[in-house]
């Protein structure tokens, strides 16, 4: 384990839509960019799927459990441009919770570099995702398969920089 502790990483492709008039990642695809990171890594693969060792959530309707978000926070440190090499969103937990988990990321430039540059961190972000049941919207606790299979990933939390 490092400093920053054991981090998934989730290779996502940009699209061109994803760009705004000003020729970079427009902030609200940002947080499609980490909506698509995320189910990726929790949600449980189907149809011959792979998948990683954390996608343990069953999204199915007949599950009867919903994934909510109470709460985003996102620092953009660089704009992102377009790029053909998929980005590297880099995920981890900054807590387990009861119901809830605190998922941080940081998006970077591709791992792969051209020319061996450093990575380049893009923007920070954190969600505050709480399963309720569908039918009640009572929360429910964390299973003891998730909480098997995120403990790995716990780590330090994001510390934003530039908070007034």
């Known amino acids: 384990m490092t400093d920053e502790g054991v981090r998934l990483h989730v290779p996502i492709h940009l699209r061109w839509g994803d760009l705004d008039a000003f020729n970079h990642v427009n902030n609200t695809s ?3 960019l980490l909506e698509e990171a995320r189910v990726r890594a929790f949600w449980m693969p189907v149809g011959g799927e792979i998948a990683p060792d954390t996608a343990v959530i069953d999204s199915s309707l007949a599950s009867g459990v919903l994934t ?13 441009p377009y790029q053909r090499d998929p980005l590297d969103v880099q995920m981890w937990f900054g807590r387990l919770g009861g119901s809830s988990v605190h998922v941080c990321y940081e998006v970077c430039s591709p791992q792969e570099t051209a020319g061996g540059q450093p990575q ?14 569908a039918a009640s919207g009572a929360p429910v606790r964390l299973s003891a398969v998730e909480r ?7 780590g330090p939390p ?3 920089a530039h908070r007034a």
């Open 158 to 160: 994001i510390s934003f």
């Open 30 to 32: 940002m947080l499609k």
């Open 68 to 80: 909510l978000i109470a709460r985003q926070e996102i620092e953009y440190l660089e704009p992102v």
């Open 148 to 154: 098997a299979a995120w403990s790995p990933y716990v």
């Open 120 to 133: 380049k961190v893009y923007a920070r972000a954190s969600a505050v995702i709480v399963k309720v049941d």
